[in-house]
């Protein structure tokens, strides 16, 4: 075993949070080393937000942000004061990437391009004089538990082992794996007697059984109301974008709901409607089909339906009518009772939900070391007195729209500016 040289803080996982901490951390001037087990840094930051990157959300209001964590709200105010959503868009903006502001306040680089965040971070390592070194997974933390409360002596790292005055665990949860995140650092906390929730896909796809949906894969529709069910009973409504799938549904409102719905799974059948017209209503709906209708007398439905079905849909939805409405009936030979029986159609698509998408296809895993075990001041470990764990190491569920990377954010600078 070769001992390399001593470091005052050494850095385990190069990803948002453990990038945040170690650049913090070397431009206080502390000497410190980043060990990454992939060959090059940030592998998930460059596909986040589908390659777009919503660095943060710009909700002003701290306790609505907050609100989005849920139960683990309340550990953290003090890690948000020292460092906030305002704190990231300060960051970014006078390292030369303007933030802009989109829908539900969510904040990208102003070029969309998540590669431009990572380069960002990349150059505050530089500047910060940190050593990094890739392609070097951590096979084992040594650890003293009975030394002042407990202390993290050294990290191997095959035939090395490197020591430090600090230690920061910033190796992610286990969403998208194939970027490396594949619950190394869960490992090493269990092994540390810390208390660790089992991880669970929380904003991730849903699989559904209908063929008419896998046929729409890539078609997304920006303003659906979608209402589930368990065993026939109505339990919730949202209203958002919807984005189909070959496997199934998908976008904002899909991953938002994720979670509760792999609750109802747990009760019984999970079905849902689609209401493809949330803002008009039944009777208008059907004044628009027979607007639609009296300029097509003569031509057969299939021909006239894309005006009448939402944009890129109509093909797929139609296979839904053939039963009832023939695709090549003539349109003046469409019954009263048929139209009505489109129309419901539209205001109610069906959908059977057959499970949640897994770790390979989370935007975010929940689980992690338990909120109540680390002193969220500073991020440290209440076990052990130099150890420090940030990111999607820690159990926070939180929603998509950027609240994730900032927790990223928050997290790494308190452990960066403390160790």
């Known amino acids: 075993m070769k001992t390399a040289e001593h470091y005052d803080v050494i850095v385990i996982g190069g990803g948002a949070s453990g990038m945040m901490a170690v650049g913090t951390a070397g431009a206080r001037g502390k000497r410190v080393l980043l060990i990454e087990k992939n060959k090059k840094l940030g592998e998930k930051l460059k596909i986040t937000g589908g390659g777009r990157c919503n660095v943060t959300n710009a909700e002003p209001d701290m306790r609505k942000f907050l609100s989005n964590y849920g139960e683990e709200d309340k550990f953290l105010y003090s890690a948000f ?9 300060t960051f970014f903006e006078d390292r030369g990437l303007p933030l802009v502001v989109q829908a539900r306040n969510r904040a990208f680089p102003h070029t969309e391009k998540a590669l431009d965040v990572y380069k960002v971070m ?8 940190v050593t990094v070194k890739t392609d070097s997974p951590v096979t084992r933390i040594v650890a003293n538990p009975s030394a002042d409360g407990g202390k993290v002596v050294s990290v191997v790292c095959g035939s090395h082992e490197y020591t430090a005055d600090s230690f920061v665990l910033s190796t992610g949860g286990i969403s998208h794996p194939e970027t490396g995140s594949t619950g190394d650092g869960l490992k090493f906390l269990r092994t540390l007697s810390h208390s660790v929730k089992d991880p669970t896909p929380t904003i991730v796809p849903i699989a ?5 949906i896998h046929s729409l894969a890539g078609v997304s529709l920006s303003f659906m109301k979608i209402t589930f069910f368990v065993e026939g009973k109505k339990s919730f409504s949202k209203t958002g974008k919807v984005l189909f799938t070959h496997f199934g549904l998908s976008g904002p409102l899909i991953l938002n709901s994720a979670r509760t719905i792999g609750d109802l799974l747990h009760e019984g059948a999970v079905t849902a409607t689609i209401d493809a017209f949330p803002d008009t209503d039944l009777g208008a709906l059907e004044k628009k089909i027979i607007s639609v209708f009296d300029k097509n007398k003569n031509k057969m439905l299939k021909n006239v339906f894309n005006d009448i079905a939402p944009e890129g849909t109509g093909l797929a939805i139609l296979t839904l009518l053939e039963r009832d409405v023939p695709g090549d009936t003539k349109v003046h030979s469409v019954k009263v009772e048929q139209r009505k029986i489109i129309s419901r159609l539209l205001k109610a698509l069906p ?3 057959t499970g949640l998408m897994g770790f390979d296809r989370a935007v975010i895993a929940d689980g992690g070391v338990t909120m109540s075990e680390i002193d969220t001041k500073t991020m ?15 159990h926070i569920n939180r929603h998509s729209g950027g609240w994730s990377l900032q927790i990223c954010w928050t997290t790494g600078f308190v452990a960066g500016s403390n160790v």
């Open 81 to 89: 004061a020292q460092f906030s959503s305002k704190d990231t868009f």
């Open 122 to 129: 990349e150059k505050y390592l530089e500047t910060s004089k």
């Open 208 to 212: 559904v059984a209908d063929k008419w």
């Open 351 to 353: 959908v059977t939900v």
């Open 380 to 394: 440290r470990s209440k076990k052990f007195s130099n150890l420090y764990v940030t990111g999607d190491l820690l």
